[in-house]
């Protein structure tokens, strides 16, 4: 059971706006950035979103990231086939002694 | 650019000790702008921090596994690794090298391919 909470499943049709969210408590979410990753079949995760809300550069402005609270979330805009994947929060955690948590992860379909 | 690549055995016995390796292109191990890190993936599930070490020596480890794990860098070859003691069928995953940012720890920028590890005599 992971620290951070995600919905195990999302899905959109082509060209719609999907958001994914992520909670957390007042020791991550609530005091420190959140990270968003997406993942592939078959790959590597890769950055998407860091500081709650930048983008890398190379990562398309359909994707954005906001933060409320204990709270975050990931949205994708413009939905495409290629962003079918699975998408993970992360933050630090206060309360741990270790590097810091995951979510358990969306898997996003587009219909 | 950064680039990582895993490597080490593919099979590794219950009770034994898994051992892999990082190897760093693309840039110094002794940068003071990373931390190196190593994250799992059991078949058909998520991501799992195993832990993170700077350069200078500095670790963070999951609770969860800390008293299995040791996280080492050797700035002369430029690579660092991973062991992980007394593995059981719960150990079976990819485990990626990945480096974050000094200060972001949750930033990883850079990935390795992932090397699947199955654990089973």
């Known amino acids: 059971q992971s620290v951070l909470t995600q919905p195990p499943s999302a899905s959109g049709t082509p060209g719609q706006r999907v958001t994914i969210s992520c909670s957390g408590s007042s020791s991550n979410i609530g005091s420190n950035y959140v990270y968003w990753y997406q993942q592939l079949p078959g790959t590597a995760p890769k950055l998407l979103i860091y500081r709650n809300n930048q983008r890398p550069s190379g990562v398309p402005d359909r994707f954005s990231g906001s933060k409320s609270g204990t709270s975050a979330s990931l949205a994708i805009s413009g939905l495409r086939s290629e962003d079918e994947a699975d998408y993970y929060c992360?933050?630090?955690?206060?309360?741990?002694?270790?590097?810091?948590?995951f979510g358990g992860g969306t898997k996003l379909t587009v219909l | 650019q950064l680039q990582l690549q895993e490597s080490g055995p593919g099979l590794v016995k219950p009770s034994e000790t898994l051992s892999l390796t990082c190897t760093v292109s693309?840039?110094?191990?002794?940068?003071?702008?990373?931390?190196w890190g190593w994250i799992r993936q059991p078949p058909g599930k998520g991501l799992e921090w195993i832990g993170s070490i700077y350069y200078s020596g500095s670790t963070y480890y999951n609770p969860s596994l800390k008293s299995r794990v040791t996280i080492s860098v050797d700035t002369s070859k430029n690579q660092f690794s991973l062991k992980l003691s007394s593995v059981t069928a719960a150990d079976t995953a990819v485990y990626y090298c990945a480096t974050s940012r000094f200060g972001e720890l949750s930033r990883f920028d850079y990935w390795g391919q992932g090397t699947l590890v199955t654990v089973s005599s």
């Open positions: 992360a933050a630090w955690d206060d309360s741990l002694s270790g590097p810091g948590v």
């Open positions: 693309g840039g110094s191990i002794s940068s003071s702008s990373y931390y």
